[in-house]
């Protein structure tokens, strides 16, 4: 299906928001993604997988690209794609890391890596969008300051009640008390919704992180069933 680019914004200095509007496209469920296919003159294509980040049934459709130097698609699509231009969109595509609002009223853990922020901000958005009440708790882990997606909306809705707690494995705001390291046991103890609350964790990242906070949360108390995950890479 047809996609057009409406309207952009830029989140880091290697990642832009797409605002596409995909009217055939049937309404996507919280931490859902989409396939985006580039053609070439030549007829070569290159396609590639993108969580929405836009709140359940919302258009345009949000998709937040994080650019690879060696990728085929995601340059284009952070660099070269114009307003107006149009892009091919099949999905919305995944059904094991979705949130419903409408689901069983437990608690509900985010925590992302890097771009992994992605189909977690759909949820955290999803949540507003339907007025849920459903406790909400995000952890966030990015290498440095500047890579923080959706600052400002974070911000607000840290000020709204949803604890946001970011860490930093390479640099930390000047001036803050925060020592750089990567998300441990400790951190996942001290921040995050205990076990015994037990919540439905979502996990999404690159899959070094993915399997270390796994594991830690499996050895924390967390059942293996209520934690789902999704894990990522750059693609050559």
Do not use: K, N
Not at 131 to 160: K, M
Not at 209 to 231: I, K, N, Q, W
């Amino acid at each position: 299906m047809t996609a057009t680019l409406e309207s952009d914004h830029v989140e880091t200095p290697t990642a832009r928001t797409l605002r596409l509007i995909a009217p055939e496209l049937a309404p996507a469920l919280a931490g859902q993604h989409v396939d985006i296919r580039l053609s070439a003159p030549d007829g070569y294509t290159a396609q590639r997988s993108y969580s929405l980040s836009s709140a359940a049934g919302a258009a345009p459709i949000q998709v937040t690209v994080e650019r690879f130097d060696d990728g085929e698609v995601s340059p284009y699509l952070v660099d070269d794609l114009e307003i107006g231009d149009a892009v091919e969109v099949r999905g919305p595509v995944g059904g094991w890391l979705v949130w419903r609002p409408e689901q069983e009223a437990r608690p509900v853990q985010l925590i992302a890596g890097g771009s992994g922020v992605a189909p977690l901000m759909s949820m955290l958005r999803t949540r507003e969008a339907s007025g849920s009440a459903i406790p909400f708790r995000l952890l966030y882990g990015v290498t440095d300051p500047d890579r923080v997606f959706y600052r400002d909306e974070l911000a607000h809705l840290q000020e709204r009640g949803v604890p946001v707690d970011i860490r930093y494995s390479r640099r930390v705001p000047e001036g803050s008390a925060l020592v750089p390291h990567r998300i441990g046991t400790e951190d996942l103890a001290a921040l995050t919704v205990p076990p015994a609350e037990q919540p439905t964790v979502f996990v999404c990242g690159p899959t070094g992180f993915v399997e270390a906070v796994s594991d830690a949360l499996l050895a924390l108390g967390h059942p293996e069933e209520r934690v789902r995950t999704e894990r990522f890479g750059p693609t050559g």
